[in-house]
């Protein structure tokens, strides 16, 4: 089945710097959507992407749908320390949505 | 208004014991999913439901039954619990099959 592969698994930044983080597929993906989970909740949507080579943000947050579309990343500028929490990427082929493994964002005030 | 509510928040039981677990949501959505996020945060799909039917039933033991009795609830059976079983449980809707909206999870621990 569909695989993906986020990096990095973990992350400790100080505040104010800049993150990205990036996941690569196995296999062509139509959608990739970013998620974030705060402690003790689901999984909220940050972003979501529908063509290869977009670029979108929200507000500090930029993701991009690779042209190859078998890759996206997401960059988050400016950190603080609400940033803190679990971001996944998914991606959505001919098959159910996937979810990688999850980056943990640690923000050092 | 929540809206992918999930109850109970937290359940402490038993091995063995038979539980269940139920899902609502208000955003009109024709699809309704069953994740179980295990200790180190994956994210594994149990179940899809669209309009009452199920369309995904990934490799679950049969001791889970999710059952729909409408498109806006998707309840979760589960049957002689195993310590394994101790997880989060997240219910998630969705209306074109893309972008899922999560509830709060279900915190669920077998002694």
């Known amino acids: 089945g569909q695989q993906l592969n986020q990096s990095p698994q973990s992350m400790f930044i100080q505040e104010g710097e800049d993150v990205s983080m990036n996941c690569t597929s196995s296999s062509i993906f139509n959608t990739w959507l970013w998620y974030k989970q705060d402690p003790g909740e689901g999984p909220v949507l940050l972003i979501a992407l529908y063509k290869a080579g977009e670029l979108t943000s929200n507000g500090r947050l930029t993701a991009q749908f690779g042209i190859t579309r078998k890759d996206s990343f997401l960059n988050i500028s400016a950190s603080i320390p609400s940033d803190v929490g679990i971001y996944f990427c998914a991606g959505q082929g001919n098959t159910p949505l996937v979810f990688g493994k999850g980056t943990r964002l640690s923000v050092i005030a | 208004d929540t809206a992918v509510s999930q109850t109970p928040k937290y359940l402490v039981t038993q091995m063995g014991n038979d539980k269940s677990i139920k899902c609502e949501q208000n955003?009109?959505?024709?699809?309704m999913y069953w994740y179980k996020q295990d200790s180190k945060k994956f994210l594994k799909i149990m179940f899809s439901y669209n309009n009452k039917e199920l369309i995904i039933n990934e490799t679950v033991p049969n001791r889970f039954s999710p059952k729909s009795p409408d498109k806006a609830h998707l309840n979760l059976h589960i049957n002689s619990l195993e310590l394994g079983d101790s997880a989060v449980y997240f219910c998630?809707?969705?209306?074109?099959?893309?972008?899922?909206?999560f509830g709060a999870g279900t915190r669920l621990s077998v002694l």
């Open positions: 998630a809707s969705s209306q074109t099959g893309n972008i899922q909206y």
């Open positions: 955003l009109g959505h024709d699809t």
